[in-house]
C-alpha cells in the first residue's frame, strides 16, 4: 500500500508530510478524491515570500481572508476549513523548497500554521503533503508505516 493510500484508509494519521511521488496532479487528486477525501492543491514553484505564499494558499484553500494576508489570519482560515460529507482535506504543496531556500523564517511559520491545523481536534482531519525535493525537512515522510 503507498503512503497516500495508508494515509486515505486511515493507516497513518493526518500530518505533515514529506512525500516523494512522481505522480501527475490530476492523478493524486482523482485517487484523494475516490478515497472521499477533499483535495487541495498548492503550486509553490514561484514562491519566494511569505506573502506568495499566504495568496496561494488562500486562493487554493477557497477561503475568504477578511484579515488581509497574514499566519494569524491564515491560521483562522484553516480552521474554518471543512469537508462536508468527506473523511478529510489533503493539502499537496508542490514546489516548497522555494520558500525554504528563500525565506527560511516564512517556510518555518507556514509548516507551523499547517502542522497546527493537522493536529487540531476540531474539524475534519487535515493532512499536509510536502511533494519534491529541498533543504532537508524534520518531517515523517510517506510511507510512514509499512
Not at 63 to 89: H, M, T
Request: glycine share 10%.
Amino acid at each position: 500500500m503507498s503512503g497516500l493510500a495508508a494515509l486515505l484508509a486511515g493507516h497513518n494519521p493526518p500530518d505533515l508530510y514529506g512525500w516523494h511521488s512522481a505522480a501527475h496532479v490530476p492523478d493524486i487528486a482523482h485517487a484523494v478524491e475516490h478515497a472521499g477525501w477533499r483535495f487541495v492543491y498548492v503550486d509553490g514553484w514561484t514562491v519566494e515570500d511569505s506573502e506568495s505564499f499566504l495568496k496561494a494558499a488562500v486562493s487554493a484553500l477557497e477561503v475568504e481572508d477578511e484579515r488581509g494576508a497574514s499566519f494569524d489570519s491564515l491560521a483562522d482560515c484553516l480552521g474554518d476549513v471543512d469537508a462536508p460529507g468527506r473523511q478529510g482535506v489533503v493539502l499537496l504543496w508542490d514546489g516548497w523548497s522555494p520558500l525554504a531556500r528563500h525565506d527560511e523564517q516564512a517556510f518555518r511559520v507556514a509548516l507551523s500554521v499547517l502542522g497546527g491545523r493537522c493536529h487540531d481536534e476540531r474539524g475534519c482531519p487535515f493532512a499536509v503533503l510536502l511533494r519534491g525535493e529541498g533543504p532537508p525537512l524534520d518531517l515523517p515522510e510517506l510511507p510512514a508505516k509499512p
